[in-house]
């Protein structure tokens, strides 16, 4: 396979930058939290390095639970139709609920995860986004933690795929038109 570093034209986020964001966020977390019963929810499979890095920058011991959803497939635009492909496997249910993510591009995926988790009866539904894109935005999403506002332009990286690849790519980064073209 070609060197990852040839399929991308810039880093937009770099590693450092990420793990910065995380302990900064991390403690403003811990504070929000405190005493709370906090559950964590990531986003499969987009928000894995974002879930694994920055619930080990919370200083307690905290569940986590998993949803997978989809509504990009295998394209570079959101198709807007939101699938469960895997639900919670716990009752959150007077839980307060943070839900973590790799990026708000259209907002389709969270406001729809929103939505249903509010049916739930959670205590209260926070949303915790590594990235946004506010040009992408068709639907707002209310998002309490934010780590980086990005230009609307295709991005790869540290979870987030293009064709199921590039998840693995350390940092945040353009995806060269070449690939997609
Ligand atoms: C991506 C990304 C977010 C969502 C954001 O997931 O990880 O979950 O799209 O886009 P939106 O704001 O326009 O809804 P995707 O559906 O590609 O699944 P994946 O996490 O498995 O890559
Ligand atoms: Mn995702
Ligand atoms: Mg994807």
Not at 24 to 34: C, K, L, N, T
Not at 49 to 74: E, I, Q, T
Not at 125 to 142: G, I, N, Q, T
Not at 167 to 178: G, I, K, S, T, Y
């Amino acid at each position: 396979a070609a060197d990852i570093q040839s399929d991308i034209t810039e880093v937009l986020v770099t590693e450092e930058q990420i793990r910065a964001k995380l302990e900064e966020i991390a403690a403003r977390v811990a504070s929000d939290y405190d005493g709370k019963d906090l559950v964590l929810v990531g986003v499969l499979k987009g928000a894995v390095m974002v879930m694994a890095d920055f619930s080990r920058a919370l200083p307690f011991a905290v569940p986590m639970d998993w949803m997978a959803v989809s509504s990009y497939g295998a394209g570079t635009r959101s198709s807007g139709v939101v699938q469960i492909r895997k639900d919670l496997d716990t009752d959150i249910h007077d839980k307060h609920v943070l839900i973590v993510e790799d990026i708000i591009d259209s907002g389709l995926t969270l406001s729809w995860l929103l939505e249903n988790f509010a049916s739930r009866g959670a205590a209260s539904v926070e949303v915790f986004a590594l990235l946004r894109k506010p040009d992408a935005a068709k639907v707002h999403v209310e998002s309490r933690y934010v780590g980086f506002e990005i230009p609307n332009e295709f991005v790869i990286g540290y979870g987030l795929d293009y064709a199921e690849k590039y998840r693995n790519l350390r940092d945040v980064a353009v995806l060269a038109p070449h690939v997609y073209a």
